[in-house]
């Protein structure tokens, strides 16, 4: 395989990749516990909106999230700002809205993993916690996030592996990851085969470490396993 | 924010057209994946390692690369060669529509084997003892006992990844499809009215799953039918 000196923009590319994961990921997984609180919370309206947004996100593709939010971003911030009495320009830059949709997309399949956690806990750990005088910010800060980490850990990282995948799709919009990149070095050496290979092994080097790094956090997640190997 | 409905009245008959060419993507290379996915399946659940290797360096592959990649390795790259531009499989491989199957088949290939090879080791050991004892061959326990219990055991796990792969369909828009998703696409390029648009695509795409989850329930229903039987009093 020759890439004819494009290496370094495939790297390139790699960087912007794993950024672009990391920071959806950070998003993503905000997203995903404030729509499992809310999922499980007492009010209907919080249960419905939760309910709608990850029955409506996990039934349309993420390619289509990503176009709309590139294409429409704009015009939906701008209309939303506009509710709150602000109507100038609002331009939503590449990178913002690749996020964005990722982050939309990893939520929705994250509310459900922390929602199937949180209602593994026993409701005793609440209400002990009650009982001891922590407000529930304290609850869940101190109680309830630490254990739902670990029972979370697996399913989140399954997720991670489809959100690194699904990064790819933001190169149909141009921001330059390792996809659009490849797509760049196949045009100008009119070997796509080469290029395409190169940046399907560096989605494999991705997902492998991903798989390495779950794995270690689970481990490290469960006291009883701490020091064995996988 | 102007909102137009109109415009989606408009062209949601050139949209349901799209919904077809999806619909067809997902029906064909779902079943041609399945066809796929049953021998991989069965080598991935060998005793043999040699028969294992490869179709665990064929999962390994294909799950953990994009689709958009493996779409974008068939279509283009195989242009690559001439040896392929000469040889018989080029109007096949010229051609998007078959590109996409191709690609979707093989990938859904690769989950459907993992769903299968899964359900074939949850199947209760002493069937197959029972099988073996009475006498019976190798392949008439795999088509006889396994195959059919595998199939009601894997079902829920696959409706999932039937519905994955019709939203990885959309990806199908990448290479000039007007499935969907390519046909939104281009009606947006001459109205401009991106947000009406891609929400009528997605409420296409939530309407097919919805019927997909119903079907999916009808046929579990059939093939576990023991798990819904009532108790005679």
Redesign the interface.
């Not at chain 2, 799950?63 to 493996?70: A, C, D, H, S």
């Not at chain 2, 283009?76 to 060669?81: L, V």
């Not at chain 2, 019709?166 to 990806?171: H, M």
């Given at each position: 395989m020759d890439l004819q000196g494009y290496g370094q923009l495939l790297l390139s590319g790699l960087w912007v990749t794993i950024e672009l994961a990391l920071v959806s990921l950070f998003f993503g997984l905000i997203i995903g516990l404030c729509g499992a609180s809310a999922r499980l919370s007492a009010s209907p309206v919080a249960r419905a909106i939760a309910t709608t947004y990850t029955t409506v996100v996990r039934g349309i593709p993420e390619l289509l999230l990503v176009l709309t939010l590139y294409f429409g971003g704009s015009q939906l911030l701008m209309w939303i700002a506009s509710m709150f009495g602000y109507d100038e320009y609002i331009d939503v830059g590449q990178f913002a809205a690749a996020v964005a949709a990722l982050a939309i997309a990893f939520g929705a399949y994250s509310t459900e993993v922390f929602r199937m956690a949180m209602m593994d806990l026993p409701k005793g750990q609440w209400e002990s916690a009650a009982a001891m005088g922590m407000t529930p910010l304290k609850t869940f800060v101190r109680i309830i996030m630490p254990q739902v980490w670990r029972l979370a850990i697996p399913g989140l990282g399954n997720l991670f592996q489809v959100l690194l995948k699904d990064t790819a799709l933001v190169s149909v919009v141009g921001l330059n990851e390792l996809m659009r990149q490849a797509s760049v070095g196949a045009a100008n050496t009119k070997q796509p085969f080469d290029f395409y290979l190169a940046a399907a092994l560096l989605y494999l080097l991705l997902t492998v470490a991903t798989t390495l790094i779950t794995g270690y956090l689970e481990r490290r997640s469960k006291p009883e396993l701490r020091g064995t190997r996988a | 924010?102007s909102w137009e409905w109109g415009v989606i009245w408009e062209y949601l008959p050139r949209l349901l057209g799209g919904a077809w060419l999806t619909l067809e993507l997902v029906a064909v290379s779902g079943l041609l994946g399945l066809a796929l996915a049953v021998p991989l399946a069965l080598a991935r659940a060998s005793a043999n390692p040699l028969v294992r290797a490869f179709p665990y360096a064929y999962i390994?592959?294909f799950?953990?690369?994009?689709?958009?990649?493996?779409i974008?390795?068939i279509y283009?790259?195989?242009?690559?060669?001439d040896a392929v531009k000469e040889s018989f499989l080029w109007p096949v491989l010229r051609e998007p529509y078959w590109c996409a199957i191709i690609a979707f088949s093989m990938n859904t290939a690769a989950y459907t084997a993992e769903l299968i090879r899964a359900a074939i080791q949850a199947i209760p050991k002493g069937e197959i003892e029972v099988s073996l004892a009475l006498g019976m061959s190798k392949l008439t326990m795999i088509r006889r006992i396994i195959l059919p219990r595998a199939a009601g055991i894997v079902l829920p796990g696959y409706s999932n990844e039937v519905?994955l792969m019709?939203?990885?369909?959309?990806?199908a828009?990448?290479i000039t499809l007007l499935d969907l998703?390519g046909m939104?696409?281009t009606i947006?390029a001459r109205t401009y009215t991106?947000?009406e648009m891609?929400?009528a695509?997605?409420m296409v795409?939530?309407a097919i799953?919805?019927v997909m989850i119903l079907v999916f329930r009808l046929l579990e229903r059939r093939l576990n039918r023991y798990q819904f039987a009532k108790r005679p009093s």
């Open positions: - | 924010m390994f592959f799950r953990g690369t994009p689709l958009l990649v493996q974008f390795l283009y790259g195989a242009s690559q060669f519905l019709l939203k990885s369909s959309a990806l828009s990448t998703t939104a696409r947006i991106p947000l891609f929400f695509a997605g795409y939530l799953a919805a």
